[in-house]
């Protein structure tokens, strides 16, 4: 958590991006940030178990096939299907 709150603390994409949220899928709820050329995009996983989602709707806000989670700081592929563990959160 305060690895979190430090990060957001130096993100203003976090506070005054603007918001574009996607209708949740199969649990999954995605949202992107967005100021100037930064942008931040978040899943959450809302389902006491694991979850997929292909990717394919997401791609506007995803435009690269791999992404760095901020939470844990690993590389992430973003090819065609993402799977969040349960209750999982993704910040990319």
Do not use: C
């Amino acid at each position: 958590m305060q690895k979190l709150l430090q990060w957001r603390k130096g993100n203003e994409v976090i506070a005054k991006g603007t918001l574009k949220h996607v209708a949740p899928n199969k649990g999954v709820y995605a949202y992107e940030r967005k100021s100037g050329n930064r942008s931040v995009v978040v899943f959450l996983n809302g389902n006491d178990r694991e979850a997929s989602i292909d990717l394919t709707p997401y791609r506007e806000m995803l435009p690269k096939t791999t992404a760095t989670d901020v939470l844990t700081g690993r590389k992430i592929e973003l090819s065609n299907e993402l799977t969040l563990e349960s209750r999982g959160v993704y910040l990319f």
